[in-house]
């Protein structure tokens, strides 16, 4: 299996940037596998925020397209998740997922203040 630990998280004002990471350890695929950041707010469903396959290619929500950017380090085993112009709509809990598994991680909170 594989574990998965994000940081990051905070509280920060409109317009503000954050940066969440995402650290993998135990099965040693990180190099071939695929991992995302899902969101969920309160009352609603999880979504997929942001993936990147072992190639580097990316996908994004439409909402959040020009303001997020995934990115990965094979050697140290993480992704990152940079956000900027952040908004107070994009404060929920933001969790980190392995493709090969379907591992997630405990998540971390983002909110954004007016």
């Known amino acids: 299996q594989v574990q998965l630990v994000e940081s990051g998280g905070g509280l920060v004002q409109a317009g503000g940037s954050l940066r969440l990471s995402c650290a993998a350890s135990g099965r040693n695929v990180f190099s071939i596998n695929t991992l995302g950041w899902y969101r969920q707010a309160p009352g609603k469903q999880r979504e997929l925020v942001a993936s990147i396959s072992s190639g580097g290619n990316t996908n994004y929500a439409d909402s959040v397209k020009g303001r997020f950017s995934i990115s990965r380090d094979n050697d140290k085993n993480t992704i990152y998740l940079q956000m900027n112009s952040l908004k107070p709509e994009d404060t929920a809990v933001y969790y980190c997922?392995?493709?090969?598994?379907?591992?997630w991680g405990q998540g971390t909170q983002v909110t954004v203040s007016q």
């Open positions: 997922k392995e493709w090969v598994f379907g591992s």
